[in-house]
T-cell receptor, first 112, second 111 residues
Framework: NAGVTQTPKFRVLKTGQSMTLLCAQDMNHEYMYWYRQDPGMGLRLIHYSVGEGTTAKGEVPDGYNVSRLKKQNFLLGLESAAPSQTSVYFC???????????FGPGTRLLVL | KNQVEQSPQSLIILEGKNCTLQCNYTVSPFSNLRWYKQDTGRGPVSLTIMTFSENTKSNGRYTATLDADTKQSSLHITASQLSDSASYICVVSRNDYKLSFGAGTTVTVRA
């Protein structure tokens, strides 16, 4: 039981490049979330999903897109990376919105 | 404006000593409050969760308290160990399940 995994662990992008971050969970959770964590700030919700095939915007969705084609996977895409998107990205999942969220190890992204 | 304020921002304690972290929030309407521990380079891990009717919850050497009237919570670490060195994050949930995260308190335990 791996819990929540994220790939890649670290990535460097040039401004304007695109990339996709992958999150996978093996706990059969319905809810999945993407957050970003910046120094001195709390985690901020980018997008979330309440089930396969559904996605919704969070607090800071601009510049990001997501897809949940399979229940166990939640993808976060950056179409045209900007230096302001330099951050650590965390994926999380939960059984439902009342239950504890389980976090992945994070992806550190540097946009030059 | 962040609706969850944590203090202190960081602290250093000697191994074996106790410490208390504070969390003040303005989130409303309140549903529950959680404390997470985040080790460096890792994702947050849940320590405790408290609803409106609960005013204390323990998890080993960690004890969280909640005063819903004053909108304050604290996390007390007893007999600190080197492995307690981490960031501790307070998370408050509203009735609509929206979560507000504090910026965290960084605890460093020194031998």
């Amino acid at each position: 039981n791996a819990g929540v995994t994220q790939t890649p662990k670290f990535r460097v992008l040039k401004t304007g490049q695109s990339m996709t971050l992958l999150c996978a969970q093996d706990m059969n959770h319905e809810y999945m979330y993407w957050y970003r964590q910046d120094p001195g700030m709390g985690l901020r919700l980018i997008h979330y999903s309440v089930g396969e095939g559904t996605t919704a915007k969070g607090e800071v969705p601009d510049g990001y897109n997501v897809s949940r084609l399979k229940k166990q996977n939640f993808l976060l895409g950056l179409e045209s990376a900007a230096p302001s998107q330099t951050s650590v990205y965390f994926c999380a999942s939960s059984l439902d919105r009342l239950k504890t969220q389980y976090f992945g190890p994070g992806t550190r992204l540097l946009v030059l | 404006k962040n609706q969850v304020e944590q203090s202190p921002q960081s602290l250093i304690i000697l191994e074996g000593k106790n410490c208390t972290l504070q969390c003040n929030y303005t989130v409303s309407p309140f549903s529950n409050l959680r404390w997470y521990k985040q080790d460096t380079g890792r994702g947050p891990v849940s320590l405790t969760i408290m609803t409106f009717s609960e005013n204390t919850k323990s998890n080993g050497r960690y004890t969280a308290t909640l005063d819903a009237d004053t909108k304050q919570s604290s996390l007390h670490i007893t007999a600190s160990q080197l492995s307690d060195s981490a960031s501790y994050i307070c998370v408050v949930s509203r009735n609509d399940y929206k979560l507000s995260f504090g910026a965290g308190t960084t605890v460093t335990v020194r031998a």
